[in-house]
């Protein structure tokens, strides 16, 4: 057997505040983790997730002694997974309101990440925050809070529903997502986002839509590099139907990870 596919993955972040509620011990630890349903998604027989903790420079490791470059010399392939909102700062804003500050911190780490995979040619998937965050990396621009900005907009997120706040999505034809699902139109996927892209980035193609508000749901850049993002969350899809009529994720993480072999067996 060939050796398996190294997929790196950005970690989420728990910063710790003051006081903390009803928590304690490592919770008054800055935490880098990764969620489970994420992993699970991308293993299997022949790929391994590893997750790509952050190097600050506060921290022990100096950025001198480790890069995120080397991660991605090492690597095969990236998933941003979904998290905290980005800091309106990353794409020249201010908060509107203070919960929307997002985490800069992370944003930092992850542009960093992309830049570094992106200058190896390795391929990279964006998931919810990370569809939001490669936009970002390209210039786009985002919506701080959809309810408020575009009013007439679907319910994009309802906390109490979770991963099963749902609606539907239309693929834009002609694109490589479309072709991925030939038999299809437009499914449904889950809703787990307040903030949405705005303004588009550089390069980039729409390849799905919200349906009926036409909030951008699928991205994919044109440039030299292979870069796909998405607003919903298909780790959660993969492990049950929360949905009779959800999007089966497989074909998108196929084609994920054979761009990743084909850019493997380059060299």
């Not at 936009?135 to 809070?145: E, F, H, K, R």
Request: charge should be negative.
């Amino acid at each position: 057997m060939s050796a398996p596919l190294l997929i790196g993955l950005s970690a989420r972040i728990h910063h710790p505040t003051r006081p903390i509620p009803d928590l304690g011990g490592v919770f008054t630890k800055t935490l880098h983790y990764l969620e489970q349903s994420m992993a699970h998604w991308l293993m299997s027989r022949d790929v391994l997730a590893l997750m790509i903790p952050p190097i600050e420079s506060e921290g022990r490791l100096l950025r001198a002694d480790m890069s995120l470059r080397a991660y991605a010399e090492a690597l095969d392939g990236l998933v941003l997974q979904g998290g905290n909102d980005l800091a309106p700062q990353s794409y020249g804003e201010q908060p509107l309101q203070p919960q929307w500050s997002g985490d800069p911190v992370r944003d930092k780490y992850e542009l960093e990440l992309v830049d570094a995979f992106i200058g190896q040619g390795k391929p990279i998937i964006g998931v919810c925050r990370g569809f939001q965050l490669l936009n970002v990396y390209l210039g786009g621009t985002l919506y701080q809070d959809i309810a408020t900005q575009l009013p007439q907009a679907l319910a994009h997120r309802d906390l109490d529903k979770y991963e099963h706040q749902f609606h539907g999505m239309r693929l834009q034809p002609g694109t490589r997502l479309a072709a991925l699902y030939p038999q299809l139109s437009g499914a449904a996927v889950n809703s787990i986002h307040h903030q949405g892209i705005k303004d588009l980035g550089r390069g980039l193609v729409v390849e799905a839509r919200s349906d009926p508000d036409g909030l951008i749901e699928a991205i994919r850049w044109s440039g030299p590099s292979w870069l796909f993002g998405m607003q919903w969350h298909p780790e959660f899809m993969a492990q049950k139907t929360l949905h009779e009529a959800q999007l089966d994720g497989r074909p998108i993480l196929q084609d994920f990870l054979a761009a990743v072999r084909e850019r493997k067996a380059r060299g």
